[in-house]
């Protein structure tokens, strides 16, 4: 994107004073989002999301896997972002790499919470199969089409409705007769159990923009913004994680309004996104 005039820069810093942005929504509304699922028939689940402009695909892939020693009564769960070159010019090289780490580990840190797993919005404990033995490790694959701004969100919106879509194989584990064999895993062709996303939280980011901040900003409001904080919030509006970007800093108290605006506009999101993903699975099912 070519950098904004100053006089583009004020129109938008004037617009959203006066909570009028350039696409006519207030400061705490979200672009029209809408959702696809079942779009990688390969994958155990998969979805894509537009908001806006913003066009992402998630993915899902279950494989069986060992637990870890430290946590050996849970499954594992990997993210993987990837920005393509064609979404913006910027994700060329080094930029798309760069870009591609940084939310991996937001997603990362605003879905499965700490090290020990604590408030994880995707409970590692519901992939175990047999307690230090066998667990389901996911894989989960996004992948950026195109790019105007708040990514965060787009990619944890598309990531909740790749788990909904997702069917994981039921398994029957059988334990050796005697240390010279093998345990038995036997995974069904025909059984799946559907991933349980009732906890599976969305991603609120607030764009600080002068003295103001708003919701899913653009790519012209970003790159006027000081920081963002990106706050993930379930249904019983728990915080399963919070991140920062943006080199100014937030007085505690800016933070503690800025949880309580998002914990507010969580819920108009997750109503929307749980009706987009509903209708997108009748869809799916519809089809001959």
Not at 2 to 27: C, H, M, P, T, Y
Not at 178 to 190: I, T
Request: hydrophobic content about 35%; overall charge negative; some cysteine.
């Amino acid at each position: 994107m070519e950098g904004l005039s100053v006089g583009e820069r004020n129109f938008i810093k004037g617009g959203i004073a006066q909570d009028l942005r350039n696409d006519g929504r207030k400061r705490l509304t979200y672009r029209p989002i809408y959702v696809e699922t079942g779009v990688i028939p390969q994958a155990n689940g998969s979805a894509k999301v537009k908001l806006g402009a913003t066009d992402v695909i998630a993915s899902v892939k279950a494989e069986l896997g060992k637990p870890t020693l430290s946590h050996p009564d849970q499954g594992k769960v990997f993210i993987y972002v990837e920005c393509s070159p064609t979404a913006e010019p910027s994700f060329e090289g080094r930029g798309g790499e760069e870009l591609s780490t940084e939310l991996s580990t937001a997603l990362e840190r605003s879905l499965l919470g700490g090290k020990s797993g604590a408030g994880a919005g995707i409970d590692p404990a519901s992939l175990l199969i047999k307690e230090g033995k066998v667990c389901w490790d996911l894989y989960v694959d996004c992948l950026v089409i195109s790019s105007d701004g708040n990514l965060l969100d787009a990619l944890g919106a598309a990531i909740k409705a790749a788990l909904s879509n997702t069917g994981i194989p039921r398994v029957q584990f059988r334990e050796a007769a005697s240390s010279d064999e093998h345990a038995d895993v036997d995974v069904s062709d025909e059984e799946f159990l559907q991933f349980d996303t009732s906890g599976v939280p969305v991603i609120v980011t607030l764009t600080k923009v002068g003295r103001h901040y708003i919701v899913d900003a653009t790519s012209e409001e970003e790159s006027l913004m000081s920081s963002a904080v990106s706050i993930s919030v379930n249904r019983r509006g728990l915080i399963c994680g919070l991140t920062k970007r943006g080199g100014a800093g937030l007085d505690p108290s800016v933070i503690l309004d800025m949880i309580s605006v998002a914990k507010h506009v969580s819920e108009q999101l997750i109503n929307k996104l749980d009706s987009e993903i509903e209708a997108a699975e009748r869809a799916n099912e519809e089809e001959p």
